[in-house]
Every structure is written in structure tokens, then in C-alpha cells.
């Protein structure tokens, strides 16, 4: 069974770059048909979507994020990235990775809370 742990800083400055990093295990990131999911839930709000990267490696992001987030994997296909570029306040959010399944399965990690504060 897949399992997925969060990892990355707390607490972030305006302007600053953040990367955080979801480590897979019980699975690899290239299992056909397996897509690795980065979605975030601000603090009062709904989970939000922010973008995606698939067994082949193709990457597909929300259109209201993608300017300034990168998704991206390791080369021995054991975990998933999450750069974000000039965070801003409005990025305070638990960070969740996500797999999803074409036999409709989901695993989740446990989030990660980022804060971006002065």
C-alpha cells in the first residue's frame, strides 16, 4: 500500500522560496496510471488543487497557481516536490500530497502546515 509523509519548513517569509518534498513508500512514482497530486486547504477554506504529476513524469498545475509553483520528482522515483516561488500570506495552508489511481484508490499523507508570516 502506498504511503506518503510530508516534509518541508513551518514558517516562511514573504518573497521566499519553499520547497517541500513528499516521500513515497509500498509504491514508485511510475506505477502506470498512478498520478501524484500537491493540494492545499487554507485555514477556513476548502481544499484547493494545485496541481499534479503523472507515472510518465508530465506535470499539469492549476492555472491560478502555476506561475509560481513547480512540481517535479526525484530520479529514483521515491518521492515528489513541491517548489513554490514569493510566497505570499495567502499561501498559509496545510500542503497534502495526494496519490490517486485509475482503479479510483487515493492515499494521502498527513499534511504539512506552512505558514507564511514576517
Known amino acids: 500500500q502506498v504511503q506518503l509523509q510530508e516534509a518541508g519548513p513551518a514558517l516562511v517569509k514573504p518573497s521566499q522560496t519553499l520547497s517541500l518534498t513528499c516521500t513515497v513508500s509500498?509504491?514508485?512514482?511510475?506505477?502506470?496510471?498512478?498520478?501524484w497530486n500537491w493540494i492545499r486547504q487554507p485555514p477556513g477554506k476548502g481544499p484547493d488543487w494545485m496541481g499534479v504529476?503523472?507515472?510518465?513524469?508530465?506535470?499539469t498545475y492549476s492555472p491560478s497557481l502555476k506561475s509560481r509553483f513547480t512540481i517535479s520528482k526525484n530520479n529514483d522515483n521515491t518521492a515528489v516536490y513541491l517548489q513554490m516561488n514569493n510566497l505570499r500570506p495567502d499561501d498559509t495552508a496545510i500542503y497534502y500530497c495526494?496519490?490517486?489511481?485509475?482503479?479510483?484508490?487515493?492515499?494521502w499523507g498527513q499534511g504539512t502546515q506552512v505558514t507564511v508570516s514576517p
Open positions: 495526494n496519490c490517486a489511481t485509475s482503479a479510483n484508490r487515493n492515499y
Open positions: 509500498g509504491g514508485s512514482i511510475t506505477t502506470t496510471y498512478y498520478y
Open positions: 504529476i503523472s507515472y510518465t513524469g508530465t506535470t
